[in-house]
């Protein structure tokens, strides 16, 4: 006797779409689940697997509020993130949620407003990923990402790795000489120096001036 063939579904082990988890939120308990399975290629045992994932396999998930939907519309298309549109919707799953927005069209801009860039540059070459703390709807990864698109780099210092160097006879000539210079110019002429070592630098020299001015 021969065994009974299997039926072999189009979408089995694939990965589940956005529009077909909506589907699953939409039917099931309206549809049995032999039905879903058949209008979705995809077997009971997976689409029972979907529901669960929802959170609609025991009871019947609420209905989407005008509220929850105007989160959606205001939060998600805006780019504030999916972890924090969830923390403004207790009960709804992320899948739940990719799932309603790609329904009514809602798509994430994930943009980035003036303000969080604008604190973007200032902070995070000095303490890097850090500045997530500063910027309460973006992530770490969401700061990695928008801070590589800048060109950003987190410079993290290194105290007492190396002795600094002390300016020699030459130099402070050359940086007297020539103090009315502007930095770009400067820095070609003494090489190996940094605009802020330069800074101090002339300070010194300054201060140096004042001194002996006093003294006459």
Do not use: F
Not at 54 to 65: A, F
Not at 137 to 152: F, H
Not at 181 to 198: F, I, M, N
């Amino acid at each position: 006797m021969m065994a009974k063939k299997i039926p072999q579904r189009s979408n089995h082990r694939t990965r589940w779409t956005l529009r077909e988890l909506h589907y699953v939120e939409m039917h099931y308990r309206k549809k049995t689940t032999r039905e879903i399975a058949q209008k979705l290629g995809r077997t009971e045992v997976a689409v029972r697997l979907g529901a669960q994932s929802l959170g609609v396999c025991k009871t019947l998930m609420p209905q989407w509020t005008e509220q929850e939907i105007e989160v959606l519309r205001t939060y998600y298309a805006d780019g504030a993130g999916i972890t924090y549109v969830q923390s403004l919707l207790p009960g709804r799953a992320k899948s739940s949620i990719r799932a309603k927005a790609n329904g009514l069209g809602i798509t994430s801009a994930r943009n980035w407003h003036a303000e969080e860039v604008r604190i973007l540059r200032k902070y995070y070459p000095a303490i890097g990923t850090k500045v997530a703390k500063k910027l309460p709807r973006r992530s770490v990864e969401a700061v990695k990402i928008k801070a590589n698109q800048l060109g950003l780099r987190y410079r993290k210092l290194k105290p007492r790795e190396a002795p600094a160097r002390r300016w020699s006879d030459e130099e402070w000539c050359l940086l007297e000489n020539n103090l009315a210079l502007p930095y770009d110019e400067l820095l070609l002429l003494l090489p190996g120096r940094s605009k802020l070592a330069l800074e101090k630098a002339k300070e010194r020299l300054k201060e140096r001036r004042t001194r002996c001015t006093a003294v006459k």
